[in-house]
Each structure stands twice: as structure tokens, then as C-alpha cells.
């Protein structure tokens, strides 16, 4: 009989795994690909969708593009996983057993306790969420006036935060939409703990767009209608987007596999396995082991990086060979800000952190690197332009 291998997920970490997978194993597994969604989402490109919903078709990829006919895909809700039973338990269809599995399901929002933020927020973990961000943004604009603008505030400064402000500005701006901006963050800066460097030149673009950029406080509560900002700042809003942070997904919180106790993500080796040795997690569910104290960013980059090595992994464990370990290379980072983005520590080139044609160029070339890593490149020279 043959050996059993599930993949969860359709994220990067998920879509590149099974295109690896497929290389490595090429017939000697069964393997079967399961997701809550039947298409591939360019996720660190969603923020597109927030001013242009057209562009959802340059982003959403169907998995039937990327995985070969011998892989089976099941549309499903992951509700648990049996790691004595090998097992994983789905939502509306029967149980799906396996010999290997790799979890690669990606991360939630998290809330962090914050009354209010969950009911209120709007969150930006897939293509309805960026479509009703649209929504929500456009009727405020409808309901107010140049005296009276519409107040839209966006709580956490990180990669998607700053990114989401952007595309509001592009909105208002292309509009002539009557919308105050406000981006909280309650570390000191925008994009913590990244290089001072980077971060002044992304909150200049961002003052330079018109978006209030409140850092230092955090947001303590939230009402139907206002944000309550450390000890005594309120902000008035019509629209909430939340990005503060992610947890991991319901269904890793009774698995048998060590996690962290407070996001229950996944422990993983730097071999991707986890101590249940036919259990393997990768991509934002997982805190991958790397050397020195921290683990692998939760990052697209990270997880496209990732996804080969646990791929050759799941092979080797399959042909009863050692498993290789990984080790992130951080290759940079480009954020978009509308139109605009601001590349840092790419390409070993000597000017360490630059904006312009050069950065806007940049950011085109990895969106469309990964959409050709994964289908081919004629979807990748048609998302182009939108990127």
C-alpha cells in the first residue's frame, strides 16, 4: 500500500509544499492536499483588493492550477487532528488518514483580550475580508462630506497595516473620497523592530500620503463608534481594520504535538518535524527552530523559503533518509505604500534602503516571481501591472 501524505494549507507555506512534494515523490506516495478554500491567495498582495476589487483575479489562483492531477484535493474545514489515530478530522467530510502529515494552515487574528477589537474590527486574513474592508470604506466615503470626512483608523503598524493605509490613501486620493486617516501602533514606531533606517522612510511616506501615524500607545478598548488609546486618547471612527498580530488556528489547540501555550502554534524542529515524528509544520501555524533564540519569521518569504526544504524533508522521511535542516535567509524587505514602496537590505546592493522606480520595480518582480514559481508565467505576466 502506498504511503499517505496530507498537506493542510493553501497559503505559501501549503501551495509550495505540494508543488515540491509532487517533484520530489514523483509516485512513490499518495498524496492529498487539503484547504477551507479552493484557490491559492497571493496573501501579501491582498491589500490591492482594498482600492481595485478587479484585482482579485491576478491573485487568486485555483489550486487545479498548481497541483498535478495525481494529487487529490479535498475543500474542507480542519476542525481536528488525531496524531494517535492518524487522522485529520474535517468539517463535512469523512476523516482523511495519513502516514506523514504537514500542517501548513496558516495563522488567525489575534485579538489579544482587547474589548471590543474582535466584535468591531475589520481583519485582513483573506480576499472577503480585503473585499469588505472596500465595502466598508466606500460607504463611509458615500455618507461624508469635505466639513465632515469619514474617520478610517487601522490598528497595527506592521507589514499588512502599513500596507492597508496605503491602499486607503490610494483610494481617497484616486476618489477625491472625503477620509481622515489614522494608523495606531502601539511600539514606539512604525514596523517594529526593524532598521531605524526603514522605518523613517516608511512613516515619510505614509505623512506624505496624508495618514496620521499614532505610535507609543496602545489601543486599550473599543465601542461601536470610538478607540480608546492608552490612558486618555480617544479616536472617533467609522471604519476599524485590525492587523495587531496572529494566533494560531482553532483546530492546533488539542493537538498532541508541543506549541506555544498562548497562540498555540506548532513547535518544529529546523527539519520542520515537530516531536510527533510523522507530524511536520511549516509557515505561520509553526515556530520553526533557528539558530540563536528566535524562530523563523512568520513571513511570505519565510514560508516560500521553508516550503522546499520541507518538502525534500517528507521525501526523505518516505525513502527512510536523514532529513536536512533549514535555515532562514532574510533577502530583504520591500513594503508598498500605494503606489509607492520602499525596498531595504535587497540584493546586497551598497544603498541600504532607497524608494522610487527601483523599489516599485522590485516589488512587481517578487509578486510575480512567486505567482510563476507556482502556475507559470503567463498568469504572472498578467498580474503585472497590478502588483
Not at 4 to 27: D, F, M, N, P
Not at 249 to 268: G, I, P, Q, T, Y
Not at 352 to 358: D, E, H, K, S
Request: proline residues 4%; negative net charge; hydrophobic residues 40%.
Amino acid at each position: 500500500m502506498a504511503v499517505k501524505v496530507v498537506v493542510l494549507g493553501s497559503g505559501y507555506a501549503g501551495s509550495g509544499a505540494v508543488t515540491h512534494i509532487e517533484e520530489e515523490l514523483r509516485g512513490d506516495a499518495d498524496v492529498t492536499w487539503i484547504s477551507d478554500t479552493d484557490t491559492h491567495l497571493v496573501l501579501h498582495e491582498v491589500h490591492r483588493c482594498i482600492r481595485d476589487p478587479s484585482v482579485q483575479e491576478k491573485i487568486s489562483i485555483p489550486v487545479h492550477e498548481i497541483k498535478q492531477p495525481s494529487t487529490s484535493f479535498i475543500q474542507d474545514t480542519v476542525v481536528d487532528i488525531d496524531t494517535e489515530a492518524r487522522t485529520v478530522e474535517l468539517a463535512e467530510s469523512s476523516p482523511v488518514a495519513y502516514d506523514y502529515l504537514l500542517v501548513g494552515l496558516g495563522s488567525q487574528t489575534a485579538f489579544f483580550g482587547i474589548d471590543g477589537l474582535e466584535e468591531y474590527a475589520h481583519t485582513l486574513n483573506c480576499l472577503d475580508d480585503a473585499l469588505g474592508i472596500h465595502d466598508a470604506v466606500k460607504q463611509a466615503a458615500r455618507e461624508a462630506s469635505e466639513r465632515d470626512p469619514a474617520q478610517v483608523v487601522i490598528g497595527g503598524a506592521g507589514l499588512s497595516g502599513i500596507q492597508t493605509a496605503g491602499e486607503v490613501a490610494e483610494f481617497r486620493d484616486e476618489r477625491h473620497a472625503p477620509l481622515d486617516i489614522h494608523l495606531v501602533e502601539g511600539l514606539d514606531e512604525v514596523l517594529p523592530n526593524s532598521d531605524p533606517e526603514l522605518q523613517g522612510a516608511l512613516r515619510s511616506h505614509l505623512e506624505a500620503r496624508d495618514v496620521n501615524v499614532l505610535c507609543g500607545e496602545f489601543i486599550k478598548k473599543v465601542d461601536d463608534e470610538t478607540i480608546y488609546i492608552g490612558d486618555d486618547e480617544r479616536v472617533a471612527y467609522d471604519v476599524l481594520i485590525w492587523t495587531g498580530g496572529i494566533t494560531g488556528r482553532d483546530c492546533l489547540h488539542d493537538m498532541d504535538v508541543a506549541k506555544d501555550e498562548r497562540n498555540h502554534r506548532l513547535h518544529s524542529e529546523m527539519t520542520f518535524r515537530t516531536e510527533d515524528e510523522r507530524v511536520f509544520a511549516i509557515g505561520d501555524c509553526a515556530l520553526v527552530d533557528q539558530p540563536g533564540d528566535e524562530p523563523a519569521p512568520p513571513t511570505a518569504q519565510s514560508a516560500w523559503q521553508a516550503a522546499a526544504v520541507a518538502a525534500e524533508n517528507l521525501a526523505r522521511v518516505v525513502r527512510n533518509q536523514p532529513l536536512q535542516t533549514w535555515t532562514h535567509t532574510d533577502k530583504g524587505t520591500v513594503v508598498s505604500v500605494g503606489e509607492k514602496a520602499v525596498a531595504h537590505d535587497v540584493l546586497g546592493l551598497p544603498f541600504n534602503t532607497f524608494g522610487g522606480l527601483p523599489a516599485n520595480v522590485l516589488k512587481k518582480v517578487i509578486a510575480t516571481r512567486w505567482i510563476a514559481d507556482v502556475t507559470g508565467f503567463r498568469r504572472a505576466i498578467k498580474a503585472w501591472p497590478d502588483m
